[in-house]
């Protein structure tokens, strides 16, 4: 049993099996309601008006409360059921300095990686011992996000993000963006500037907003080539150069205007991206269509 059951079993039998004022504990839910509260308090569930938090102090005792919140409503769908997912997400929290609910409620992997909800990485931010200040405004003219965040000791950090600036980065009109384009421009100077000012604090970690715009691409093994950029092999070789060989004078001039083009001297030189690119661009030609 753990130090947390333990204290929860504990306040159970020191009541003797019944409530305060004779109640029955087996039918009785206020007596059942507050017996979980005076038990709460001796397993170090502690605070006033304005934050309340479990103490934990052993791994054995934060396994447990992962595998208990787990199987509630109260995680985000991808840690339900996902009992070590919640127990890294709380391990996050812990050296972010956030209680483990919050940490659940508010990492999220992206990409592979951990990442804050943007307005977690504020409260972070603003609970630091040096943070003064954090303004955020929009400039209307120009469509552009500003946060500057002052620092005890440090000059004050200023970055923006802009709508032109989503346009260049392909952001602009697509999925979110779209429907919130005023809070994501927010939400991308804010992980900035926070990030600028105090990684200490958030210990490298991203927005959860931002992460979300980076494409995921695979990437190779350690000592492994990517699988679309290794050469193309003897076999692959061979069936696109019959395939050129058959190719009329015009079409052949397109297809060594493509190679120079791509950088490509000889069929040998080809990645399997190139070669499959080629092939494609081959297959349409045939089919009646030289563009």
């Not at 839910?29 to 509260?37: F, G, L, M, N």
């Not at 609970?127 to 400039?139: V, Y």
Request: a neutral charge; proline letters at 5%.
């Amino acid at each position: 049993m753990t130090n947390l059951q333990h204290a929860i079993h504990s306040q159970s039998v020191d009541t003797g099996g019944s409530a305060e004022g004779g109640a029955n504990p087996s039918n009785n839910s206020e007596y059942e309601s507050s017996q979980v509260a005076k038990a709460s308090t001796i397993a170090g569930i502690t605070g006033n008006q304005v934050n309340y938090s479990i103490s934990i102090t052993t791994m054995k005792d934060m396994w447990w409360f992962a595998e208990t919140v787990s199987k509630t409503p109260f995680v985000p769908k991808d840690l339900a059921n996902n009992p070590a997912s919640c127990f890294i997400a709380m391990q996050f929290g812990l050296e972010l300095g956030i209680s483990p609910m919050q940490a659940i409620q508010n990492i999220a992997v992206i990409n592979g990686r951990p990442t804050l909800w943007g307005d977690a990485m504020l409260a972070v931010v603003s609970a630091h011992p040096d943070c003064i200040d954090i303004e955020e405004k929009l400039d209307t003219e120009t469509n552009t996000a500003i946060c500057i965040v002052k620092r005890r000791g440090r000059n004050p950090v200023v970055r923006s993000f802009s709508e032109e600036d989503a346009k260049r980065a392909g952001l602009w009109g697509k999925n979110v963006w779209k429907s919130y384009p005023q809070r994501m421009l927010q939400m991308r100077a804010r992980s900035w500037a926070l990030r600028d000012s105090f990684p200490d604090a958030l210990k490298g970690m991203m927005a959860r907003e931002e992460a979300q715009d980076i494409e995921s691409k695979p990437t190779p093994q350690m000592g492994q080539p990517a699988v679309n950029n290794r050469p193309i092999n003897a076999l692959e070789h061979t069936q696109l150069q019959q395939r050129v060989v058959k190719l009329e004078n015009g079409l052949q001039q397109k297809f060594k205007d493509w190679m120079s083009e791509h950088g490509y001297t000889n069929l040998t030189e080809l990645t399997l991206s190139a070669y499959n690119a080629l092939n494609k661009k081959l297959d349409l030609t045939e089919n009646g269509n030289q563009s």
